[in-house]
């Protein structure tokens, strides 16, 4: 992290820590939820700057309150196990996040919440965890369930259900299916692109499945252009050393080799490499496929 990202960070911490001792309101359980909000809201920005660890601590000291002055089956909870699920998915850390993830589920039905934005995003997420673990499989009926349960929504966002589509599209190219998963890309790309113009995180993520839907179509020159983007539009909303770089870069860098491009993706594997090292753990999926092709590339052994 830069000089300039570390007194951000600090700035921001000063910020939470005095919105937290702000909140005195009475009875003692108002000012609890209150407070579980300001959890959630500054571990959000934590989590998209790509401070992993930092923001995983907030959590626990978050839940930990929650519970002892809300009790273990809370909605506010649910936020926070929901939040804690997706750190652990982004540390690989990926058996704790399955637990939060589906803790939260079970009490958003508890309360009767079954169709619900929050339950389509935990849903979301547990298709997530389970295509990140590498099984399509398990994940495609949590992705669709997701979907369904958003479509049966009166009020439902477009945005978040593009999201959704655009997360099952991802499964779809692992599991094969290329012609719906290309069909669901070109509309999503579409929604996104009307929505927030063409330099939109979501918009990143978009062009990086586009990407993997053309290495797996074997149009490596147009992954590599698609993926080229993808990183671009990432940088230019996260910055050049989040985290969320590196699975773009690793795309990126087997579509080079397809290339006989050996240097170049040499180059992105080590800048992959160099983002992730401390961020998550030495046995998250990505972290390890980087240094295992690279080791491949350059004749090391694993």
């Not at 930092?54 to 936020?79: F, K, N, Y």
Request: hydrophobic share 45%; aromatic share 6%; glycine share 8%.
């Amino acid at each position: 992290m830069s000089g300039r990202q570390k007194a951000g960070t600090v700035e921001l911490e000063a910020r939470f820590a005095e919105a937290l001792t702000s909140i005195t309101a009475e009875p003692v359980e108002m000012a609890a939820r209150a407070r579980t909000g300001v959890y959630a809201s500054y571990v959000k920005l934590l989590r998209d700057a790509g401070e992993y660890s930092r923001a995983e601590g907030w959590l626990r000291r978050g839940i930990a309150e929650t519970e002892s002055v809300l009790g273990v089956d809370t909605l506010e909870l649910a936020v926070l196990l929901n939040e804690l699920g997706i750190i652990g998915k982004y540390r690989g850390n990926f058996n704790e996040a399955e637990r939060a993830y589906q803790r939260a589920l079970a009490i958003h039905e508890l309360h009767g919440a079954a169709v619900s934005a929050s339950v389509a995003a935990i849903l979301h997420n547990l298709g997530g965890l389970a295509h990140e673990r590498g099984d399509a499989r398990t994940a495609e009926p949590f992705a669709r369930r997701g979907i369904a349960v958003r479509q049966a929504m009166p009020d439902s966002d477009p945005i978040a259900l593009a999201a959704d589509w655009g997360a099952l599209s991802a499964i779809l190219i692992d599991l094969g299916d290329l012609d719906e998963a290309e069909a669901v890309l070109t509309e999503v790309l579409a929604i996104y692109d009307k929505a927030y113009g063409p330099e939109h995180y979501e918009v990143a993520v978009t062009l990086h499945n586009l990407g993997s839907l053309h290495y797996r179509q074997g149009d490596f020159a147009g992954a590599v252009d698609t993926l080229r983007r993808a990183q671009q539009v990432k940088q230019i909303a996260l910055g050049s050393r989040h985290p969320d770089l590196a699975i773009t870069l690793y795309n990126l860098a087997c579509s080079l080799q397809r290339r006989d491009d050996v240097v170049g993706a040499v180059r992105c594997l080590t800048e992959a490499i160099d983002i992730l090292d401390g961020v998550v753990t030495q046995t998250q999926p990505t972290f390890v496929a980087c240094h295992n092709r690279l080791n491949e590339l350059t004749g090391k052994s694993s």
